[in-house]
Nanobody, 117 residues
């Protein structure tokens, strides 16, 4: 059974930090790219950060470059998102996603991040 379980969300003041984790099971995580998306009320889901299966390459949305860092531990089948210098506009539900080379996608259930001003 495929599972993606996010954790680490919560309420933080502007300028603070949070570290999200997405623990996966039930598939070969090390062969999948991993991504973090976010969605706030009234807005479309947006791609925040992505990492290749080996972790050798990462990409970020312009809005989070220099503040967020995506990483992965294939031994633990887990992907992380370190979020620093958080802003109120970062408030959203954050979702992890994995994508195989042949197009299979899996989603987590999401974790709420709220940044107060």
């Amino acid at each position: 059974q495929v599972q993606l379980v996010e954790s680490g969300g919560g309420l933080v003041q502007s300028g603070g930090s949070l570290r999200l984790a997405c623990a996966t099971s039930g598939f070969s995580f090390r062969t999948y790219a991993a991504r973090w998306y976010r969605q706030s009320p009234g807005k479309e889901r947006e791609l925040v950060a992505a990492i290749t299966p080996t972790g050798g390459s990462t990409n970020y949305a312009d809005s989070v470059k220099g503040r967020f860092t995506i990483s992965r531990d294939n031994a633990k089948s887990t992907v992380y998102l370190q979020m620093n210098r958080l802003k109120p506009e970062d408030t959203a539900v954050y979702y992890c996603n994995t994508l195989s080379a042949d197009g299979r996608k899996y989603w987590g259930q999401g974790t709420q991040v709220t940044v107060s001003s």
